[in-house]
Each structure stands twice: as structure tokens, then as C-alpha cells.
């Protein structure tokens, strides 16, 4: 078993630097905690590491002062008062990322993971930097394309439904592209306000408007050199628009309350759970917008057409996550892969912690699942039993109150049918070779009966 990898974490803040511990640790790192640079310094000297993320402004030696002593470890630089010039110079001097605080435990480890791959020299297609985790034929294509168009300078639009993974693809292209020593800013459209939005993007000017008590650089300036990713786009309104489609056009950036544009190179990734055209034909998103945005479009699968990917990102799961000793049952497994997934892989994540949580430690079995009573076989109006089952399927004249369904069920063969079915994997614990016997059917219908069933329910998902 290989050990664990060393990270060196230094910060003056006592609270981030618990927390960051704490974390890292829970995710299967072996971590080393420091208060200054001075520190980890003689730590580093003594002792090898495979990653260091350390804050920027420290007493003695600062973080970018030990990023230049130590240039052959891959460093992720982190400050609370990020400057652009502070986050230009990190990534000149080699660090592999610039994260602003704060920010969550969620954003930081995919930087983690692929800062700690991109040591290892780990390119393979099926999972880079232990983010994209994949071994489904469409999806390794994508991945395949990606790469190649990263090397580019153009701008790409990434669609896909709420979970796939879109910010992910786009740290993805980030890595692979020219780009990748430069920073990688994201901003979501959507969770922000109009006029805060605009002073986000485009930085403003002191006394620009009420509150402006100094000067901010927007993400544009930020991200100059880099990749600034326009999560959401098509939340973004009209008029900021058309203010973004000039930024892109003429390829700088006016502060609010500026007095002359600031030029900026950066490369624009936008993503959307949105149909832009419809957008476009309603008149709520602007053409010559799409078509700037639209020079390389990407699309996602949503996990409902790659249901053979759910066992590997489980793994990756519980991996990344400090649930390390978690094991998917061999019931629990087929469950999940019976399931729409409408909020696809981020949805998988939320059900796998829960049952993690639920089984302590060991096998995860069906029980521990709480899946959404309206997704896939889950979908239960009352619990019947499951003895007597093949008679039942054979007598469609034998009333449902005689063989304990309470009259819960549709009146419909076809209707209670499903519902035995669903019941008696239920009462099985998802074994479908003992629900078939129970039941009198083959387990190949079985297997073909969940098959329609599951097209059926997932039909209107997409």
C-alpha cells in the first residue's frame, strides 16, 4: 500500500491553518502544520514533501520568499488581501495555484489533487489530477478533445445540467493549456447581484459608488495571463452583456468610475445548464455574445448515460473525502446504478456521504442510501410483502387488498406489478437473483423489466 502523501501547510491564522489541517488529514494526507515561513523552511530542509500550501503575508519569511526557496515542490499560494501583482508573481515563480480566501474546502481540494498528480506525471485520460474520474468511451473522447483544444488561445462554452462537472472540465482545460502557470479565476454570474457583479468583474475605482472606500481589481485583472471562468453565463443580465462582449472585442477591461480601459490577456471558458439558443430566440441572451463565447462549444453527459462511471467516482469519493474505509455493497451498488441522477454526479456525492455517515465504517448497504423517494427503483408507495410474490404476478385477478398491498397501488396490472417488483427488491436488499426466485421470473426480465422502467422515469430528466 503506498503511503500517504506529505503536504507542509504554513499560516500565521491559527483558525486556517487547524482547518486546513483537519481537512487534508480527513482526505487521507499526511500533514505538517506551521505558523511562519521560518518554520516551514527548516522543516523543508530536513524533511521531503510532495505539496506545500502556504499564505502569502507571514511574520518573517512570507510565503512568496519560501516558494522561491523551494521552487522544485509544487506550491498552492493562498492570501486574504490578493493584489494582482501578488498573484502574477506567484505564478511566475512557479506555483501551481493562487487561491483567495475564503474559500471551501470543496474548491481547494480538486487543486490539491491535481497539483499532487501533476507531481506524479499522471496523465491518464480516466482521471486527471483525481477530479475527472471516468472510463465511459464518449466521456474519454471529450477528455481527448479538450486537451488538444486547451493548447489554443480560444474561448469555449461548456453546457451540461446542474452537477456534471462543467468547473471541473474547465480547471481541466486550465491545466493542459499554455495558460497553466497563470492564475485561474472563476466567478458564478449567478450568485451575485447586477451592480455587484460588475464591480466583481470589472474591479472598480475609490469612491466609484457608495462603499467604494479604495480601489479593486476585478476578476478580468486577476486573471490576466490566465483563465477566467464565467460560471452560469447565461444568468448574466442584458447589460452587462454587452459591456463583457466589448471586453472581449477589444481585449481590456474599464474599472467602474475608471478613467482609461486596463488591457488584459486572458483566455474565457463560460458555462451553462442552459440552452443559449432558446435564450437567444426569447431575446434574454445576446448572439453576437453566443457566438464570441461559442468558438469551441463542449457538452457534458449528463451521469444517467454513463451509469458505469458511478462504482469509479464512489471510490474517488470516499478517497478524496476521508471516508476511506467506506465499501459499496454489492446491493448498494446496483442500486445506485438503477438511478436517474437528476442532479447527476453532485447529487451521487450527496448520497454517498449520507451513507457514509449511516454505516459508520464498512460496507454501505441499500438502507444506507436515503435516496429520493422519486428517483428510479426507489420510487415506493407502500410496502407489500414479498412471499406469495410469484403467485401474485401470475393472477392478475387476485385483488391487491388480498395480498396486503392496502389498496395503495395503482389499479392498473402493469401499475402493481412494478410495484411488487420495487417491493420485493426493497425486502431483498436489491439481491436480484433471490428477488427473480421470489417473484417467479427470470433474472434477465427482471433486469429487462428495471431497464424500462428506469428509461421511463428518466425520460423527462434530460
Not at 492570501?79 to 487561491?99: H, I, L, Q, R, W
Not at 459591456?243 to 463560460?270: A, N, T
Not at 476521508?322 to 459499496?328: E, H, I, K
Not at 396490472?413 to 417473484?439: C, F, G, P, S, Y
Request: net charge neutral; with cysteine; hydrophobic share 40%.
Amino acid at each position: 500500500m503506498a503511503a500517504p502523501k506529505s503536504i507542509v501547510v504554513a499560516d500565521d491564522d491559527p483558525t486556517m491553518r487547524s482547518a486546513l489541517g483537519a481537512a487534508l488529514q480527513s482526505a487521507g494526507y499526511q500533514v505538517s502544520l506551521f505558523a511562519d515561513g521560518d518554520q516551514a523552511e527548516q522543516h523543508l530542509k530536513l524533511s521531503e514533501a510532495d505539496l506545500v500550501i502556504s499564505d502569502v503575508r507571514m511574520p518573517g519569511l512570507d510565503g512568496l520568499e519560501l516558494l522561491k526557496r523551494f521552487r522544485s515542490l509544487p506550491f498552492i499560494i493562498i492570501s486574504g488581501f490578493a493584489t494582482v501583482p501578488e498573484a502574477v508573481n506567484a505564478m511566475k515563480n512557479g506555483a501551481y495555484d493562487f487561491v483567495v480566501k475564503p474559500f471551501s474546502y470543496r474548491e481547494l481540494m480538486p487543486i490539491v489533487e491535481a497539483a499532487l498528480s501533476r507531481t506524479q506525471g499522471d496523465e491518464a485520460p480516466t482521471s486527471d489530477g483525481g477530479a475527472f474520474v471516468t472510463s465511459h468511451p464518449r466521456m474519454l473522447a471529450l477528455l481527448e478533445f479538450v486537451r488538444q483544444v486547451a493548447r489554443s488561445h480560444a474561448s469555449i462554452l461548456i453546457q451540461g445540467e446542474s452537477g456534471t462537472g462543467k468547473e471541473l472540465l474547465a480547471r481541466y482545460i486550465h491545466a493542459h493549456s499554455r495558460r497553466n502557470g497563470a492564475p485561474f479565476v472563476a466567478v458564478n454570474c449567478a450568485a451575485l447581484p447586477e451592480g455587484l457583479l460588475e464591480s466583481e468583474l470589472f474591479g472598480h475605482e475609490r469612491g466609484a459608488f457608495t462603499g467604494a472606500t479604495s480601489a479593486k481589481a476585478g476578476k478580468f485583472e486577476l486573471a490576466h495571463g490566465g483563465t477566467l471562468l464565467l460560471d452560469e453565463i447565461s444568468e448574466m443580465p442584458l447589460a452587462l452583456q454587452a459591456k463583457l462582449l466589448r471586453v472581449l472585442q477589444e481585449r481590456e477591461v474599464d474599472r467602474v468610475g475608471g478613467k482609461k480601459p486596463l488591457p488584459i490577456d486572458i483566455r474565457v471558458i463560460s458555462t451553462t445548464n442552459r440552452e443559449l439558443r432558446e435564450m437567444i430566440r426569447s431575446g434574454s441572451f445576446r448572439e453576437d455574445l453566443f457566438y464570441r463565447l461559442n468558438v469551441v462549444p463542449v457538452r457534458l453527459l449528463p451521469l444517467r448515460e454513463r451509469l458505469e462511471d458511478v462504482e469509479r467516482l464512489a471510490q474517488a469519493f470516499f478517497r478524496g473525502h476521508g471516508y476511506a474505509g467506506a465499501v459499496l455493497s454489492a446491493p448498494a451498488l446496483g442500486q445506485l446504478q438503477e438511478n436517474c441522477w437528476r442532479g447527476n454526479v453532485r447529487e451521487l456525492f450527496n448520497v454517498l456521504e449520507r451513507a457514509a455517515i449511516m454505516a459508520g465504517s464498512g460496507s454501505i448497504y441499500p438502507e444506507h442510501l436515503l435516496l429520493d423517494d422519486e428517483l428510479g427503483p426507489l420510487n415506493i408507495i407502500g410496502a407489500g410483502p414479498a412471499l406469495g410474490a410469484a403467485h401474485w404476478l401470475n393472477d392478475s385477478n387476485e385483488s391487491p387488498e388480498r395480498q396486503g398491498m392496502n389498496g395503495q397501488v395503482a389499479g392498473s396490472v402493469k401499475a402493481m406489478e412494478e410495484q411488487l417488483i420495487h417491493d420485493t427488491l426493497k425486502q431483498t436488499h436489491n439481491n436480484r437473483t433471490l428477488a427473480a426466485k421470489l417473484l417467479g421470473i427470470s433474472v434477465r426480465t427482471l433486469r429487462n423489466k428495471l431497464r424500462l422502467y428506469r428509461e421511463r422515469d428518466c425520460q423527462g430528466v434530460a
